[in-house]
């Protein structure tokens, strides 16, 4: 024996999803759709196929237990896109938060040597007399910077907001699709008769598509998003060959590294994307590989060895080089170690160019490490 239905679920089934005053009391099966009467006369004129509901529910059968996979199926689909979407608010936030304060401290620093230069120039001669203009100037400064933390603040929360205002828009979508969902799913175990049935089981199908079309757009199991897509010609007068960009690196100060396999080059370019300095590699059979060490340095595999170079002041300086015992096709770093991959295994070296281990081979094939 099933629990009955809620009058209040019964009415909300019954209510027209657009007018929300309404019964819902035809079907339309050009459209798929359960109409009101107003839905009709606005929507459904030239329709053909617009018939009561009783008409409509008569003689199909429905598959409930599969509709309530589906419908499970979908709510933790959006269960996990709201998930997400809370996910990037937050760290929207954190990185907002940490550049707020690195802004703030920067200004600190400044002032507070400032400060102690004027201090050092003045407190020798006439210390006794500017004794009250300095604490005087320490206090203008310290109101100046309250106000610029407070003004800078200000700015960048509402940029977060901005920011965060569309994420918000699909986070709630998300909540009211999955709220409508659950309850759905609730219903169809428990209607009785023909017509609500197929009214239940429309709806939740509807619910189901429109989810699917939510999910598609916002969410699609990606953890990463493409937000846009910009094209930066990274040709200098002195190249004669194509460019050929085979590996990429980002310095945190945004300036970004590239290797140019045609043109045997390592380019630096700055925040807008032009080359800004560069100094000659060759690679003479193998594309290059790149990976960050430091804030101000890069590893880039060259022939089977791999070359440091500095990036001091906008300028890229070629450092020590390393000679593995194996062949080197491609080149990560973490927290002190690198990882390079020869023809067909995968090691782990110090930074210092000594073998920890062989983490992996693969011999089936003369090259498997290619790529990875
Ligand atoms: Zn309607
Ligand atoms: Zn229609």
């Known amino acids: 024996m099933k629990w009955p239905l809620s009058k209040k679920m019964e009415t909300s089934l019954l209510t027209c999803v657009i007018h929300k005053s309404e019964q819902i009391t035809m079907y339309c099966a050009d459209h798929s759709q359960l109409c009101c009467s107003k839905c009709v006369e606005l929507n459904h004129r030239p329709c053909l196929q617009v018939t009561p509901l009783h008409q409509a529910a008569r003689g199909k059968s429905i598959d409930f237990k599969n509709l309530s996979v589906s419908t499970e ?23 907002y938060k940490e ?59 509402e940029e977060l907001n901005l920011k965060q205002a569309p994420l918000k828009v699909v986070r709630n979508s998300c909540i009211r699709l999955q709220y409508e969902l659950f309850h759905l799913h609730v219903a169809i175990r428990k209607v009785l008769g023909k017509e609500l049935s197929f009214i239940a089981s ?9 989810s699917d079309i939510f999910i598609k757009e916002n969410f699609s199991n990606k953890a990463l998003a493409v937000n846009g897509k910009s094209v930066y010609n990274v040709k200098m007068p002195s190249d004669s ?98 990882y390079t991959c020869s023809d067909t295994a995968l090691y782990k070296f110090t930074l210092s160019g000594k073998l920890v281990c062989r983490l992996y081979e693969d011999t089936s094939a003369d090259y498997t490490g290619l790529y990875h």
């Open 99 to 157: 550049h707020e304060r690195l802004i703030v401290d920067g200004l600190r620093v400044n002032i507070v040597s400032y400060l102690r230069e004027c201090e050092t120039s003045t407190v020798n001669t006439t210390h006794e007399h500017m004794q009250y203009p300095i604490s005087e100037m320490r206090e203008e400064i310290k109101y100046l910077l309250a106000d610029f933390e407070k003004s800078t603040i200000k700015e960048k929360k």
């Open 73 to 95: 199926n979908t709510h933790s689909q959006m269960k996990q896109c709201e998930t997400y979407q809370e996910d990037r608010m937050k760290s929207l936030k954190v990185s």
């Open 241 to 338: 060959n194509t460019c050929g960009i085979d590996s990429i690196c980002a310095l945190p100060n945004g300036q970004v590294l590239v290797s140019d396999y045609g043109n045997n080059k390592v380019k630096l370019l700055n925040q807008q994307y032009q080359v800004v300095s560069h100094c000659n590699v060759s690679h003479y059979n193998d594309p290059p590989d790149m990976c960050l060490i430091t804030p101000t340095e890069v590893a880039v595999t060259v022939n089977g060895e791999v070359q440091f170079i500095t990036v001091s002041q906008s300028q890229l300086a070629k450092g020590r080089k390393l000679k593995l015992q194996n062949s080197c096709h491609s080149i990560a770093h973490n927290q002190g170690d690198l």
């Open 202 to 210: 429309k709806k939740c199908l509807e619910n189901i598509q429109q």
